[in-house]
C-alpha cells in the first residue's frame, strides 16, 4: 500500500467514525484569527522560511505556525502590539 492508498484509507476509517475530514486549506480558513510573532534566525532545521505580512522582511517560523492567518517579524509586532491583543 503506497502513501496515498494509506491515507485513503485513514480517511476512509475516520468518515466511518463521524469525524469531518477537511482539505488543509478549509481547516485553516475556519480557524480563529491568530498570529505568529517571528524572529528573523532560525534555530531548527525544519524551519520554515517565510515572509512578514506587514513588511515583508524575512522570518522563520515552525511547521506548525503555518495555521496562523498572519506571520509577522518582531519588530512589526513591537510597533503596535495592541492591534494584535486577543479581543476577549
Ligand atoms: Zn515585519
Same mark, same amino acid.
Given at each position: 500500500?503506497?502513501?496515498?492508498?494509506?491515507?485513503?484509507?485513514?480517511?476512509?476509517?475516520?468518515?466511518?467514525?463521524?469525524?469531518?475530514?477537511? !482539505?488543509?486549506?478549509?481547516?485553516?480558513?475556519?480557524?480563529?484569527? @491568530?498570529? /505568529?510573532?517571528?524572529?528573523?534566525?532560525?534555530? +531548527?532545521? &525544519?524551519?520554515?522560511?517565510?515572509?512578514?505580512?506587514?513588511?515583508?522582511?524575512?522570518?522563520?517560523?515552525? !511547521?506548525?505556525?503555518?495555521?496562523?492567518?498572519?506571520?509577522?517579524? @518582531?519588530? /512589526?509586532?513591537?510597533?503596535?502590539?495592541?492591534? +494584535?491583543? &486577543?479581543?476577549?
Amino acid at each position: 500500500m503506497n502513501a496515498n492508498e494509506r491515507l485513503k484509507a485513514i480517511r476512509a476509517k475516520l468518515e466511518e467514525a463521524g469525524v469531518k475530514v477537511l !482539505p488543509h486549506d478549509e481547516y485553516v480558513a475556519g480557524l480563529p484569527e @491568530t498570529t /505568529c510573532v517571528c524572529g528573523p534566525d532560525t534555530y +531548527f532545521s &525544519d524551519d520554515v522560511k517565510a515572509k512578514c505580512d506587514i513588511c515583508g522582511g524575512r522570518i522563520y517560523h515552525r !511547521p506548525y505556525n503555518q495555521a496562523a492567518k498572519k506571520k509577522i517579524c @518582531t519588530a /512589526c509586532f513591537i510597533k503596535n502590539p495592541a492591534q +494584535f491583543e &486577543d479581543p476577549q
